[in-house]
């Protein structure tokens, strides 16, 4: 005799919110990537059963309390020159950011953090500031700008919720740019699959 498998529970709001809150603490804590955080946060949002839920943070320490940091600060300064930043950074809950006569480009889909609310105190004077970030991480832009452009491209919307990281420009940027997206263009798409097939990863040959 056969017993009947046991159909599988429906996740409600709640218990989807609830994993949504261990995904952040789990990117506070250094454990994900901002581009990990995103990749399960849009998989616990679609979930439908309590089990879809649990792989999404089934190699994650459950309840474990968030451990404060402080609040260290960075600096990245581009003063007639330009800065590229991407792959695997790490981001202080506070960092500097000069562009002056130059410009920086941010790319944090690889970043971790160690802040749920992670600042970048900007000064951009005859200069550009460019931000890529993974979908799911909300970018809030409270800098003074003075004859400047802002182009802030996200695909989903952040604005009404508290699970996920967020990334705050205060400053000034004065006769520049700042661009904020969560997709990277054409031309950065193309080098990143070049990039991959010249240097594959890596993987162990069976013997």
Avoid at 24 to 30: D, F, K, N, S, T
Avoid at 38 to 51: F, I
Avoid at 95 to 113: F, H, N, P, Y
Wanted: a positive charge.
């Amino acid at each position: 005799m056969t017993s009947q498998q046991q159909p599988e529970i429906r996740a409600s709001d709640a218990e989807r919110e609830r994993t949504s809150e261990l995904l952040r603490e789990a990117a506070v804590e250094g454990r994900l990537t901002l581009d990990e955080f995103s990749e399960r946060y849009m998989l616990a949002q679609r979930a439908r059963t309590r089990g879809e839920l649990d792989a999404v943070v089934r190699d994650l320490p459950v309840g474990a309390p968030v451990r404060s940091r402080g609040t260290p600060k960075s600096k990245l300064r581009a003063i007639l020159s330009s800065i590229d930043h991407a792959g695997a950074l790490q981001l202080a809950p506070e960092t500097e950011v000069s562009a002056i006569l130059g410009s920086c480009k941010l790319d944090l889909r690889r970043a971790t953090i160690s802040s749920e609310v992670t600042t970048l105190h900007v000064q951009v004077f005859m200069g550009s500031l460019d931000l890529i970030v993974p979908p799911g991480v909300a970018v809030d832009i409270d800098a003074m700008l003075i004859l400047s452009g802002r182009n802030v491209r996200l695909s989903h919307s952040t604005a009404a919720s508290v699970n996920q990281p967020r990334i705050r420009v205060t400053g000034s940027i004065v006769l520049g740019s700042i661009n904020a997206r969560d997709a990277p263009k054409l031309g950065e798409r193309l080098r990143e699959v070049a990039t991959g097939l010249l240097n594959p990863p890596r993987k162990d040959s069976p013997r």
